[in-house]
Structures are given as C-alpha cells and as structure tokens.
C-alpha cells in the first residue's frame, strides 16, 4: 500500500509541478534574485519524476489490480440491486 500512496503523491507532485512551472514562467519577479533556474530545475524534474511514475504505472500487475478492484465493486453494485429488486 505504501508503493501505491507513493505513486499518487508522485502524480499530483508532478500535476502540480506543472503549474507552478507555468506560474513562475509568468511571474518571474515574485521569485528571488537567482532562484529562478533552480525552481525551473527542480519543477522539471518533478514533472519528469511524474511522467515516469505514469510509465511505471501502466506496467503489469498495477493497472490488473485496479481492474479488479472495479469489477469486483461493479459485481457487489450489481447484486445488492438485483437482491432489492428480489426483496420488493
């Protein structure tokens, strides 16, 4: 579970990453005096750490267990409806 949370994080991270890029390209004097190269580095980075997490994301066994997390909730969804419809 500790993997999984670390992804999300990672994603809004890197959602986030985004706009403050933007953010800061058209604002560049509510920056500090020369630390504008260094939050540009470091909000590319972010975006690039989350362009990755992405990739890893899609690999085997990650997307399968959120398949099958939906299915079995649309199975539950389906049978708890088909059991009041039964009931009434």
């Known amino acids: 579970m500790v993997q999984e949370r670390l992804a999300v994080d ?3 991270a890197g959602r ?3 706009h403050n890029l933007k953010w800061i390209r058209k604002h560049p004097e509510a920056m500090l005096p020369g630390k504008l190269k260094d939050a540009e580095a470091y909000l590319c980075a972010m975006k690039t750490f989350a362009e990755v997490e992405m990739k890893n ?3 085997a066994g990650r997307a399968l267990r959120l398949k099958h997390r939906i299915n079995i909730l649309l199975s ?3 049978f ?3 059991q009041k419809s039964k009931a009434v």
Do not use: E, K, M, V
């Open 76 to 78: 539950f969804i389906l």
């Open 16 to 18: 986030d990453a985004i």
């Open 80 to 82: 708890h409806n088909r």
């Open 57 to 59: 994301a899609r690999r």
């Open 10 to 12: 990672a994603l809004q």
